[in-house]
């Protein structure tokens, strides 16, 4: 073997470690040399890459999930252990790899590599009752649409034609789900982005029920942007997003509203009619 291709090798080989390297401390969160942001045209980090479109790059694979959540997998530079790391955004990910020199690939469920949508699609579900007693139910997660299919939450559930968009990035804040019941046995959820809201319903918390009535929390449902209230009034960050309404029902008999989340006015005034009341705004969507 020759120096000059003993050294190519050697070379390439350096190379490859410390590419390694950059990725497993990107993982650890260690200080930046320097800031960019992510592509403003595509939200994207300045470094992904398609692997089939760049063969010679070995980047750091990221999964994105269906709430919009980025987070990789990886082994560490220790041992056969995994690692992971939950990346809320495409800034923090522009942050954590693209400022020190690493590539990004993105996957999906179906471990094809991928480049993300920019928007999440929020599905919403109904088990008919009667005016005000029908069960609304919104989600962006698959394991939630398995889990219905498969009949887990009861049979009589189906997917209506409303569908709510969220950003993927952006000015965010986790939209939490409660679900809670009461005497006459009525069960609904209540979804929230507000601080003081969260609280408040924390507060009505209890995981191990010994009455009828109870909420327990059920975690993040996904992001979304805020609401912002002045003078009585809420709104949305700019034009491009609308408010989310929530609003509750009482059937006959019961204490406990069940609540639906509508961003189509047309949709509001019709639930208005039918004795729903407007409970306030809940967090923001993409105008359609």
């Known amino acids: 073997m020759s120096d000059e291709r003993n050294r190519k090798m050697h070379s390439s080989t350096r190379f490859a470690h410390l590419k390694a390297i950059v990725s497993a401390l990107s993982l650890c969160g260690l200080p930046l040399a320097h800031a960019s942001a992510p592509d403003p045209a595509t939200g994207l980090p300045t470094c992904t890459v398609l692997p089939a479109q760049a063969p010679g790059v070995a980047p750091v694979y990221i999964q994105v999930d269906a709430q919009g959540n980025f987070y990789s997998t990886q082994f560490t530079t220790t041992g056969a252990n995994l690692s992971s790391r939950v990346y809320s955004s495409s800034n923090d990910l522009q942050t954590a ?11 999906g469920a179906d471990a094809v590599a991928t480049l993300p949508g920019s928007t999440i699609e929020v599905f919403e579900y109904v088990l008919r009752g009667s005016a005000t007693g029908s069960n609304y139910f919104i989600s962006s997660k698959d ?20 569908r709510l968009r969220l950003p993927r990035v952006g000015d965010l804040v986790p939209v939490h789900r409660f679900l809670g019941a009461d005497e006459a046995g009525t069960v609904t959820h209540f979804f929230t982005a507000d601080a003081g809201e969260f609280a408040t319903w924390m507060g ?14 059920e975690g993040v449902a996904f992001s979304a942007p805020a609401v912002t209230t002045s003078n009585g009034v809420a709104t949305c960050a700019n034009s491009t997003l609308t408010p989310v309404f929530r609003v509750s029902g009482i059937a006959q008999g019961a204490s406990q509203p069940k609540y639906r989340y509508v961003a189509n006015a047309a949709t509001l005034t019709s639930l208005q009619a039918m004795g729903y009341r407007l409970d306030g705004t809940a967090f923001c969507a993409i105008r359609e």
């Open 143 to 162: 394991e939630d649409f398995v889990f219905i299919q498969r009949g887990g939450a009861g049979d009589g559930w189906q997917l209506t034609p409303l």
């Open 97 to 107: 790899l693209c400022d020190r020199g690493a590539k990004i690939a993105f996957w």
């Open 204 to 217: 009505k918390v209890n995981t191990a029920p010994t009455s009828a009535r109870w909420w327990t929390y």
